[in-house]
């Protein structure tokens, strides 16, 4: 019964969470419905003029369908943004702001506490989804340590939501997590009041009465064999503590990203990539991603064939004033990842380009529906 709440308290040290602050449970996409409903609630307790939720463009797509539906749903308005004039569209119609910490497409990174400032300063509540982030990259949900004085100020985040499959290692369909920052904890409501969320589930009384801080999160019976697995996942990443932690992961994921891209740019060049990640490592995720006019679907494909599993991602199409390339992404793992393998995979990708491998009508075949 407690499973939620143990592999939440291991999941809050590896993003700067406290203890009590976050539970495991469902997918990423249930719990970012159930986190911009409860923010959508306290600001239109307070500020009800506020109806835009806003976000980037490039945002996770399942991100921005939840936001739409419950936009449609609640009479609110969604706004995307490009990453760059997120602050300055920071206005006081904005009720919340909703991002990812680093970009699935790009790789690129907010930042995270003094976006959160911003939001606050406007009026806004933040909410950010780390997918991409927990087990991986640091975070700091509290933003630095102890909160201002004005909560209303503060560069902590409202409500975070993340996935358990990625960085945390947890394994194919493994459930997400949710947090809410403990001066909401008491105060929010989401509206899947399931029974697992109760004050008592086990009295089944037939009124509602929310459970205490963050396990009002809770919905139904949570999915216990894939929990337990995660927790294996996060385990795993936990112990990187004795080395130095989610600190020590990042060094060695930065390396692994800078040697992956250095090594492109020298042995592969002329071959039409650019890198389409930032080369800032202050900017960039656990992942670099390549850029190329054609082809990049089919020398995935023959890479996968290799043993070298990256993923592509279609761009946009090109009459789009904000067209976007098609990408070949790499994630990086710090904690399993080597060197050798960042070595390698340029090898495979540098054979595939050079012999013209990628070309042949395997590679070519959609597998997918898309
Ligand atoms: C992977 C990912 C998700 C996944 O959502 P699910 O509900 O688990 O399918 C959501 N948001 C972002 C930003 C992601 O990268």
């Known amino acids: 019964m407690t499973l939620p709440q143990r592999v939440g308290d291991k999941i809050a040290r590896l993003v700067g969470a406290g203890p009590g602050e976050l539970v495991c449970a469902d997918s990423t996409s249930v719990n970012l419905f159930k986190v911009l409903s409860a923010a959508l609630n ?3 307790a307070d500020a009800p003029q506020r109806r835009v939720i806003l976000s980037e463009r490039s945002n996770f797509p399942t991100d921005l369908y939840i936001a739409e539906a419950l936009a449609r749903e609640r009479g609110f308005m969604l706004e995307l943004a490009d990453a760059d004039d997120l602050f300055a569209r920071l206005d006081e119609r904005v009720a919340v702001m909703m991002l990812t910490h680093v970009n699935y497409r790009s790789g690129r990174m907010h930042e995270m506490a003094a976006l959160s400032q911003a939001a606050h300063d406007a009026g806004a509540l933040a909410i950010w989804d780390l997918a991409h982030s927990a087990g991986a990259v640091p975070v700091d949900l509290h933003g630095g340590g102890a ?10 985040a409202d409500f ?3 996935c358990g499959y990625k960085y945390l290692n947890g394994g194919p369909g493994a459930p997400a997590f949710v947090w809410v920052h403990p001066r909401h904890a008491d105060r929010f409501w989401q509206p899947l009041a399931g029974w697992m969320g109760h004050a008592a589930p086990f009295e089944f009384s037939p009124g509602y009465r929310p459970a205490a801080g963050i396990a009002r999160y809770l919905c139904g019976t949570p999915a216990v064999l894939a929990m337990a697995a995660l927790e294996c996942g996060v385990d795993t990443v936990l112990a990187a503590e004795r080395f130095g932690g989610v600190a020590a992961l990042r060094a060695k994921s930065l390396a692994l990203t800078r040697l992956f891209a250095d090594l492109v740019e020298a042995r592969c060049g002329g071959h039409g990539l650019t890198l389409a990640s930032p080369r800032h490592d202050g900017h960039r995720g656990s992942q670099v991603c390549l850029a190329r006019d054609e082809g990049a679907y089919a020398i995935v494909q023959a890479l996968i064939a290799r043993g070298v599993v990256g993923d592509y991602r279609a761009g946009s199409a090109s009459n789009d004033s904000a067209a ?3 990408i070949l992404r790499f994630g990086f793992t710090p904690l399993y990842t080597r060197f050798v393998d960042a070595w390698d995979a340029v090898e495979h990708l540098r054979q595939v380009l050079e012999s013209g491998a990628w070309r042949r009508d395997e590679f070519g075949q959609r597998h997918a529906v898309t």
């Open 324 to 326: 976007l390339p098609d």
């Open 160 to 162: 975070a939501v993340g």
């Open 42 to 44: 306290i600001t239109q």
């Open 147 to 156: 909160d201002f004085v004005d909560p209303v100020r503060s560069r902590s």
